[in-house]
């Protein structure tokens, strides 16, 4: 009896060794996951401006000189006024058509 005590214990104690051990935390969390899309998310963006950049300074080196003026005088123009879009010069718009 003892034999057979001793032999069901070592089968045992070779069934928990040989085992994996199992954890109920293993990989990554929610936040730990939202945390890394948020990162990939922030580098896609600025990958993106980075792109948009090299394009637009690309498209300024195949313009010729007096149109890269000409786009750099509208730029100006354009950021003095903001949103509303090129206003008319005070003479045309005091003797201009009324509609």
């Known amino acids: 009896m003892a034999r057979y005590l001793l032999r069901a214990l070592l089968l045992v104690a070779l069934a928990f060794a ?27 963006a600025k990958e993106v401006r980075k792109e948009e950049k090299r394009l637009y300074k690309q498209h300024l080196a195949n313009q010729d000189k007096a149109t890269r003026k000409r786009m750099k ?6 950021d003095q006024q903001g949103n509303t879009g090129h206003r008319e010069p005070f003479l045309r718009r005091l003797f201009g058509p009324k509609h």
């Open 73 to 78: 005088r509208h730029k100006r123009r354009a």
């Open 18 to 44: 040989a085992a994996p051990p199992v954890r109920a935390q293993e990989g990554i969390g929610k936040e730990e996951q939202e945390k890394i899309q948020g990162k990939r998310k922030k580098n896609d």
